[in-house]
Structures are given as C-alpha cells and as structure tokens.
C-alpha cells in the first residue's frame, strides 16, 4: 500500500492513501549528529556571480520544518559530502569536488544568525549566506529500507484476520 514517492526523491516510497512508511531505530541508535564540523558561515556572492548555491548538485526547501538534522540527512542519503542552510529554509548539497568558494566567501560565523525553521535553538545561515557543514564528519549516514519482522509485502492477495 506504500505506494506513493517521495517528492523530493521519486526513487524512494513515501507512504501510501491511508498507510504510513514506517522506520525502525533500534534502541542506542544515534538518530541526531553533533554538527561538530562546522566549515563556516559563507557569504553568497553578488547575483550573477558563482557561489556554493550555483555548486550545489541538490537543494531544497522546507519552510517549516527546516533543521540541520533534516538537511545533513537529506545530502548524506544521496551520497553527498557537504551541506549548507541559508536563511532557515533552504538546504543546499553537494560533492567534495564542487565544494569550491567561486565568487564567494567565509565570513564570521556570528555572521549567520537565522534560526532553523525547524528548531529555533539552531543557526542556519542567514539572508544573504550559508551555514556549511560536512556530512560524514558529522555523523550522517544514508538511511536505508529497514524491513523489520512482521514485515508485509504488497501483494494481490487479500489481507485476511483468519491468517
């Protein structure tokens, strides 16, 4: 009955008309990074230049629900390096590769003081720049399918409560 997509990942099942897609985390499992590797606050350059946005291999918003959590997931389940919020709703990604300054730069990281839309007590970035931070080094790792006992398939066979 899952058989929705996700709409920012059409390659992933998102639930299902009157059915939830449910993950399991064991107990001890450590669902939150630390967000100790910060790269800084980045200054977006003027428009019409080259910056980490224009870098980014993925991005995208969420206007009420935006945390650095949501976003470090988001990159790190797509295989991707580095993650950065600007303004408190908008999660940019991207490879080592594409890390690169462009026209841009870092500046103090005081500089970057919008809150998460998602959580107030975080800091993620600001109007006109980013908060970066490194995906791997800070804990995330892409989620994977877990399909715990008891699991059901969808099939053609109807559920019965005799079975």
Known sequence: MCNL?????????????????????????????????????????ASGKTGLEQMATYSFNSWNLMTRELCGQGCA???????????????????????????????????CTSKCSGDKSQTCG????????????????AATLNKPPGYIRESSIPYSADE
């Open 126 to 141: 600001y109007w006109g720049g980013l908060s970066v931070f490194d995906v791997a080094a800070s804990g995330f790792k």
């Open 5 to 45: 997509t996700c709409p920012t990942n059409s390659s992933q099942g998102c639930g299902g008309s009157g059915a939830h897609s449910v993950f399991y985390a064991p107990n001890g499992t450590n669902t939150f990074a630390d967000y100790s590797t910060s790269l800084g606050c980045y200054a977006n350059p």
């Open 77 to 111: 389940d797509r295989g991707l390096d580095w993650a950065a919020i600007r303004s408190g709703d908008t999660c940019f990604c991207g490879t080592k590769a594409n890390l690169k300054l462009g026209d841009g730069n870092y500046v103090n990281e005081a500089i």
